[in-house]
């Protein structure tokens, strides 16, 4: 006989490891969730999403795991003859193989910091990732390329979407109050460059305290008005942007 | 892979080499073989080898026991053992061995300590029993209470200078009375593997095993000590069918010791 | 029993109550709290009256030396340590093989729960830490850690959860505190996975019949439910402002 399926849990509730947040096999289990015995059970601590029947449990915390085709924001940290090694801020260090990031031939021998040295920051898209994790980068990508200046603010990866807003509308939220650039990596890097990079960075890191609390828009719009009392800097010049687009 | 084929075997009902789920495989004990110890026993069982040696000395007793004599259980895993064993301090798998083994020994109450007393808050006899395993073929805890026990049952006490208060090391073999040893304690561990639950794995089976409990028990069949240890788990009824099995396996163990 | 010791009570239990006043059944009062540290992954506190224990959570991170990953897994690495001036009598710093032993049956407890599999070649290290001792410090300690685990947002099965129990002067006893341990007869460490019959973590000292070892069993279960809610609560507490309401 076969137990009628139902939903135990609404959209945005907090659960935690073991918290059984539905029942019977119509609903599917998504990231952050596992089924055991016909019933589907949170993994994490976070916050429940559903999409149609799939489950998925956004958690509050956790390390980036790269996933291929993912916009990311890395530091070369070290490199050989013909690859770099990116930094993600991740448990997974990753490759930049010389094919993937410089479109001209190279001679052998030469010293490819030329294109790319230690420290450099990039934007780069994950290519390839191997069941023992073993991740292949890529720059042939419109978004890829070197960030130059600016500075470096890290979120948890699971709320990048929180940052970039449904559409992009928290970005640009950020964009108009701070006058900076920014540019937000699925891996939880984000830069920024411009006037009010202080405030940007604060910002950013009231989304990451708050963003599992509802009405984080309106709370982030005010914050911004009371920081710049109304006086908006100019708008940065325009940019290519490299953000999915998430909805809220 | 073996780990599929071994669940599959134990499925069925069936072990590597035939035997019950609830069957020892051949024990050997032997004791006085190292004449340079007080007291000393090899044991083996299937084709794990332990020699556990106990040594006396005196010492002043520890400030909450100062009537009681001291005792130690140390255990190490010599490399030539098996190719997972290094060399060096003792690994957490031999330090939980010869705590394990000293639960049995100090819970069962198996030594009268106050006996070991010389002088109160003064001088008394320390005991050290230390458990060397030498082959690892599997089920290594239940070897070494069985050694441990053994070298108690049949260890002598040193010949004792009372003026100087020291052991006299004249290098011959102890020769003084037996040490007070009143019960006999001994572990039997029950493991997981597939589901049900089996003693004294050979490696193979052990390597498989999701999880074990050692039911440690004394003279009269009380349980005196447990340790699960292991990934796994046990249910309520699990361990309640466990602590029969260490009861009765239990007894069956002891009756190869020597006697008291 | 087996000797007397000195300081020894002359009684354990007078009146049906226990020498702090609690009746055999009762817990110490118990304190919780998550994130409580900057730099762990994730952290939490948890006390049993003076049994104080704080866990921290440093990871997944990379793996070294790399001989040593587990191509398939992360590797759980666990620490149980107790600061000196956590007893009255100072005790020597650095590990003992008691410390030795409780972090490896601590390990091996968390190991039932934690999806390792999700971050092969990493490492997981989990600290606990013992600031004030007053018996059932490794009951606290696993406590803690597991609120820290799932504070770090490492993906579980469940929770574990875990209390002692044992018998002073014939009674059985729910939370044994210090005089209980040093001059009761039995002392029983338990934790299960949440509040579930599937016990994890089991150590025993002291003759019992078969007849008590079942009701300890049982008594063990119930205060477990208990610590399971409470450590619940805490993980949720950590996030005010979130919404928890499930569906009706």
Known sequence: MEAKSELLVRERALVTPGDVIARGMEYLPGPGTYRENGELKSKVLGLVRLKERLVTVVSLSGVYVPKPGDGIIGKISDMSATFWIVDLNSPYDALLNISEAVPEFVEHGTDISIYYDIGDVIYVKVLSVSRTKNVSLTMNDYRAKKLLGGRLLTVTATKVPRVIGREGSMIELIKKYTGCLITVGQNGVIWVKGPNEGLAARTVHLIEREAHIEGLTERVTEFLENETKGNLPNMPPAQESGEERESD | MKENFMHKLIESGKRLDGRAFDQYRPVKIETGIVTSAEGSARVKLGNSLVVAGVKLDVKTPYPDTPNQGNLMVDGEFIPFASPEFEPGPPSEEAVELSRVVDRAVRESHCIDLEKLCITPSELVWAVNIDIHVLDHDGNLIDAACLAAVAALLTARFPKFDKEKKAVVRDQKPASGERLPVVDRPVEVTIWKLAGKLLIDPEMEEQESAEARVTMATKEDGRLCAMQKGGKGFFTSNELLQAADLAVEKGNELRSMLPAL | ?248
């Not at chain 3, 009570?9 to 817990?27: Q, S, W």
């Open chain 3, 1 to 248: 029993m087996g000797g007397s010791k000195v300081g020894a009570p002359e009684h354990l239990i007078i009146k049906g109550k226990r020498l702090d006043g609690r009746a055999p059944g009762d817990f110490r009062p118990i304190t919780t709290d998550v994130g409580v540290l900057g730099h762990a992954k994730g952290s939490a506190v948890f006390r049993f009256g003076n049994t104080w224990a704080m866990a921290g959570v440093m990871g997944p991170h990379e793996m070294h030396p790399k001989g040593l990953q587990d191509p398939a897994n992360a590797t759980l690495r666990t620490r149980y340590f107790m600061a000196p001036f956590s007893t009255w009598e100072r005790s020597r710093p650095g590990m003992s093989r008691r410390s030795t032993e409780i972090s490896k049956v601590i390990k091996e407890a968390m190991q039932q729960v934690l999806f390792l599999e999700e971050y092969p070649k990493t490492a997981i290290d989990l600290y606990m830490e013992i600031l004030q001792a007053d018996a059932s410090t490794r009951i606290a300690a696993i406590n803690a850690a597991s609120m820290a685990m799932a504070d770090a947002g490492i993906p579980m099965r469940d929770l574990i959860s875990a209390v002692s129990v044992g018998r002073a002067d014939g009674v059985l006893i729910l939370d044994v505190a210090g005089l209980e341990d040093n001059f009761g007869d039995v002392d029983m460490a338990v934790a299960t996975v949440a509040d579930k019959d599937q016990f994890v973590l089991l150590q025993v000292d002291g003759i019992i019949t078969r007849k008590e070892f079942e009701t300890l069993l049982g008594m063990a279960r119930k205060g477990i439910a208990e610590v399971y809610r409470k450590q619940k609560e805490a993980l949720i507490r950590r996030y005010p402002g979130a919404t928890m309401e499930a569906v009706q």
